[in-house]
């Protein structure tokens, strides 16, 4: 089964609210990596997080890691309409990176 | 920017046939990879490759294979196209990472739609 899993699997915000995504996974991991794609495109690398690291900010993102817990979460402040795609956290771990299923942000202008 | 090229957008083939897709990157990027990606499933690793002539099976390798002749090309092949290969296709490639065998960043193609009919 896939490494990662997103929560939730869809997520409908007003512009101007912030957005929240989680990510849990399985086994020990290197780094982790969230992803963003907007529909039928490829995806494109939003931000990275190291296993020794439990917090990144990177503009209006913030991704927080707990190794013990194995799980992360994306923050995405102040969202815009241009912020509707979907996000994906991605697992990197024995020279392969494994996607979870992804969330689905639709923001509402 | 890196840019990795996926030879087409959409691609319709037959049952049976024998399909190439293609992916090329202008990176110099050692390593490269195919996924699929399908409606509530995620992406998931058909194959991987570290180095030219070197491939290392992903999650779903079953009806795929791989050349990696030259570095900055990585190609997918269906042996014998079946309906349940149809699916979006995503190549990525990426630099090594700061450790041994890790990625931390890959760079993804613009994927290719195959229907299987």
């Known amino acids: 089964s896939q490494q990662g899993e997103e929560d939730p699997q869809a997520l409908s915000i007003q512009e101007g609210e912030n957005a929240t995504m989680n990510c849990s996974y399985k086994?020990?991991?290197?780094?982790l990596q969230w992803y963003r794609q907007n529909s039928g495109r490829g995806l494109v690398h939003l931000i990275l997080?190291?296993?020794?690291?439990r917090e990144k900010h990177s503009g209006r993102l913030r991704v927080t890691l707990d190794t013990s817990k194995k799980s992360s979460s994306l923050l995405i402040t102040a969202s815009r309409a241009a912020d509707t795609a979907s996000y994906f956290c991605?697992?990197?771990?024995?020279?392969?990176?494994?996607f979870g299923d992804g969330t689905t942000l639709t923001v509402k202008p | 920017d890196v840019k990795v090229t996926q030879s087409s957008r959409y691609l319709v083939k037959r049952t049976g046939e024998k399909v190439f897709l293609e992916c090329v990157q202008d990176?110099?990027?050692?390593?490269m990879f195919w996924y699929r990606q399908d409606p509530g499933l995620g992406l998931r690793l058909i194959y991987f490759?570290?180095?030219?002539?070197?491939?290392e099976k992903g999650d779903i390798p079953e009806g795929y294979s791989v050349s990696r002749e030259k570095k900055e090309r990585f190609s997918l092949i269906l042996e014998s196209a079946s309906t349940n290969q149809t699916s979006m296709y995503l190549c990525?490639?990426?630099?090594?990472?700061?450790?041994?065998?890790?990625?931390?960043?890959?760079?993804f193609g613009s994927g290719t739609q195959l229907s299987v009919l």
């Open positions: 997080i190291r296993s020794n690291e």
């Open positions: 086994t020990s991991i290197n780094n």
């Open positions: 990525a490639s990426s630099p090594p990472g700061q450790a041994y065998a890790t990625n931390e960043k890959l760079f």
């Open positions: 490759s570290y180095d030219v002539k070197m491939k």
């Open positions: 991605a697992t990197d771990w024995a020279g392969k990176s494994t």
């Open positions: 990176m110099d990027h050692e390593n």
